[in-house]
């Protein structure tokens, strides 16, 4: 983990890290107060030419921590999901994640093309997302949908294209999942044929589609409006 944010947000979610490891020369103030209250935990110098090689994106928060993947406990209810299919850039599945997070989806399905939610760069998009939303990663996003449509009677999954029915004209106050594309290429066929229903979002004319990201916005905090006033 790269950064005070994500090492204090792993710290409240799973604990202390195994090794924290900083630059010689002056440390921000935020990253010795970091330091200082983890007495317990090794801490390493490094050269800065050595660190720079070491952290996983351009610019570093000049602190960096070696931590356990967490363990995903998927809930045994969910009634709001979000299924990602191939989404490749991490930057916009972190940002995603994000979303997921704040508009209160139960868990996040990622399939097997998906880019890896733990990815530094990824982790950074999150902003710590990661450590608060069951991610289920590699599934067979045609095989989720199904298990979610028949885990309850009134269950949809929406996918979103260019040519389903307008988003804002639909019911979510039930057990929702909505199946987000690849940027470029959006849903497979399979996915498409395996949704309850297509839904699009309006937008002007002059504009073929919306980022990835800004699309799942959309979507999870519409439901969530319906939600709040059901």
Not at 17 to 28: M, V, Y
Not at 40 to 58: G, I, Q
Not at 171 to 185: L, Q, S
């Amino acid at each position: 983990l790269d950064g005070v944010h994500l090492i204090e947000g792993y710290l409240q979610a799973f604990g202390e890290p195994e090794l924290l490891i900083i630059p010689e020369g002056k440390s921000s103030q935020e990253a010795v107060a970091l330091i200082q209250g983890l007495a317990d935990v090794n801490t390493v110098m490094f050269p800065t030419l050595l660190f720079a090689e070491l952290t996983p994106v351009a610019s570093s928060a000049g602190i960096l921590a070696l931590v356990k993947p967490p363990t995903v406990e998927i809930p045994k209810q969910v009634s709001f999901a979000l299924m990602l299919e191939d989404i490749q850039d991490p930057g916009n599945l972190g940002s995603i994640l994000r979303t997921a997070l704040g508009a209160g989806v139960d868990a996040v399905y990622l399939s097997k093309g998906c880019t890896d939610a733990w990815s530094p760069k990824c982790m950074r998009g999150g902003q710590g997302a990661q450590f608060h939303l069951p991610i289920i990663e590699g599934v067979d996003i045609v095989e989720a949908m199904a298990d979610f449509a028949g885990a309850d009677a009134e269950g949809c999954t929406y996918a979103t294209t260019l040519s389903g029915e307008p988003l804002y004209e639909q019911d979510f106050t039930k057990p929702t999942a909505f199946v987000i594309g690849n940027e470029g290429a959006g849903l497979s066929l399979d996915a498409i044929n395996a949704a309850t229903q297509q839904v699009r979002i309006p937008m002007n004319n002059k504009l073929e589609s919306l980022n990835a990201a800004v699309a799942a916005a959309v979507c999870l905090f519409e439901r969530q409006r319906q939600a709040a006033k059901a």
